[in-house]
């Protein structure tokens, strides 16, 4: 924090960067680390091991799952999603209508969903029912992307698998196929690494929403488009471009030249909190080389040039793949198009953003920070 010398106002640094805005039990990142955590348990721990209602259930309720408390909190997602299905049905009818784009379509379902449910303002809420509304709404979206996929491409959304939990049920909504234990496994890993992340973008967009006392709809609604920008979590189709524009191995070095030549960006690569490798990506190419294919291969090569070619042109940085990079090839291996990338990252943050916009609903203090005025002075009308 910095004070200028006319206003004695304290100044935050350019984009808030390492400043601490606010206390969370939720998550937290330690970047130089390249180490983080869900509640009291290690994030990368629980993406390798757990079931994603069991990480669900450990960040919304600050509770780890039990074999008591297990089988309600189950209970509660399912009802939250097959109790609301002709209003999740009527939403996705009037919002394809309009668009047969999944992420603006889910930005839209939300609020309408919200009003068709008469979600009240949290403000208006105690904490139990703040919880529902948030269940209601986390358990809701796996089915709102799903069936808008599926009706975007005029197709009825299929049957839920009854014997199957979320991650099984949305891979097949959206491939067709009833997936196997490793391509759930996989897309399960990814999905709870990316659950929450501490103060990025969304989360806080979330956060600032939720300190007016909005609807937890408002808040979610607010969070994606955030999550929209290509350089949060609108990435990972891009980085899957730069491979295909790539094509062959013996291009690589000269089209990453040519590309920071030209002053843009990597996607997939670089991080505004890691001074390390992101442990996310470690563990998602971990499940991409064990899934293997040809792709993989010329993934390995773009990584290793990149990162040399970044430490040439950014020295003493230390910028590495993100999540965002092995992210795209995990979820090209379980079968999900590119266009689904960005709405299954949005599935899994929608349980970061709903544990934050809780804690968030329990402070009573507005967020509201002050810019520094750089325009012209103040002249009288008829000047
Ligand atoms: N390619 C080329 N240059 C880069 C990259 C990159 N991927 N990342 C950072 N740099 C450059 C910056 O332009 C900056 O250069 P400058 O000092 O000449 O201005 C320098 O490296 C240092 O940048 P940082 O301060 O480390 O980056 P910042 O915190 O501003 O941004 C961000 C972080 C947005 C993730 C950035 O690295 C980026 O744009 N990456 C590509 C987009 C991407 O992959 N986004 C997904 C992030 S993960 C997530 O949100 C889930």
């Known amino acids: 924090m910095m004070t200028t010398?006319?206003?004695?106002?304290?100044?935050?640094?350019?984009?808030?960067?390492?400043?601490?805005?606010?206390?969370?039990?939720?998550?937290?990142?330690?970047?130089?680390?390249?180490?983080?955590?869900?509640?009291?348990?290690?994030?990368?721990?629980?993406?390798?091991?757990?079931?994603?209602?069991?990480?669900?259930?450990l960040l919304v309720t600050g509770e780890p799952a039990t074999d008591a408390s297990r089988p309600p909190f189950r209970r509660r997602l399912q009802h939250a999603a097959e109790g609301r299905r002709s209003d999740i049905d009527a939403v996705v009818d009037a919002v394809a209508r309009v668009t047969p784009e999944v992420l603006p379509g889910l930005a839209a379902a939300w609020p309408l969903l919200g009003a068709r449910l008469a979600l009240r303002p949290l403000y208006d809420?105690?904490?139990?029912?703040?919880?529902?509304?948030?269940?209601?709404?986390?358990?809701?979206?796996?089915?709102?992307?799903?069936?808008?996929?599926?009706?975007?491409r005029g197709e009825r959304p299929l049957p839920l698998l009854t014997d199957r939990g979320v991650v099984a049920c949305y891979l097949h909504q959206v491939t067709g196929i009833v997936p196997d234990d490793d391509t759930e496994r996989a897309l399960t890993a990814y999905l709870i690494a990316v659950m929450d992340h501490g103060f990025n973008a969304s989360t806080f967009t979330a956060r600032v929403i939720a300190s007016t006392g909005a609807d937890a709809a408002?808040?979610?609604?607010?969070a994606l488009g955030a999550l929209t920008g290509p350089l949060h979590g609108g990435a990972p189709s891009r980085a899957l471009d730069g491979l295909d524009a790539v094509?062959?191995?013996?291009?690589?070095?000269?089209?990453?030249?040519?590309?920071?030549?030209?002053?843009?960006?990597?996607?997939?690569?670089?991080?505004?909190?890691?001074?390390?490798?992101d442990p996310r990506a470690e563990l998602l190419k971990r499940v991409a080389l064990r899934r293997g294919g040809a792709r993989v291969q010329l993934a390995l090569r773009f990584e290793?040039?990149?990162?040399?070619?970044?430490?040439?042109?950014?020295?003493?940085?230390?910028?590495?793949?993100?999540?965002?990079?092995?992210?795209?090839?995990?979820m090209e291996q379980c079968g999900l198009p590119r266009s689904m990338f960005t709405p299954t990252f949005a599935i899994a943050r929608t349980i970061g953003w709903t544990a934050h916009i809780l804690e968030q609903a329990r402070d009573p203090k507005i967020i509201r920070p002050s810019a520094r005025y750089v325009g012209p002075s103040v002249r009288t009308v008829a000047a």
Not at 304 to 327: I, M, Q, S
Request: aromatic fraction near 8%.
């Open 304 to 330: 290793e040039t990149a990162e040399r070619l970044l430490a040439e042109a950014k020295p003493g940085r230390d910028l590495h793949a993100n999540v965002e990079f092995w992210a795209a090839l995990v």
């Open 218 to 222: 408002s808040c979610l609604a607010g």
């Open 247 to 277: 094509g062959t191995a013996d291009r690589v070095e000269p089209w990453i030249r040519e590309e920071l030549a030209a002053g843009r960006r990597l996607m997939g690569f670089g991080h505004a909190v890691y001074r390390t490798a």
């Open 125 to 152: 809420l105690d904490d139990e029912q703040r919880l529902d509304d948030a269940i209601t709404l986390a358990a809701a979206t796996p089915a709102l992307v799903g069936a808008l996929w599926r009706c975007a």
């Open 5 to 57: 010398a006319s206003t004695a106002v304290p100044t935050a640094a350019r984009g808030l960067a390492g400043v601490v805005v606010a206390d969370t039990a939720v998550s937290d990142v330690r970047g130089a680390e390249g180490f983080y955590q869900y509640r009291d348990r290690s994030a990368i721990e629980l993406a390798e091991t757990v079931s994603f209602e069991d990480a669900w259930q």
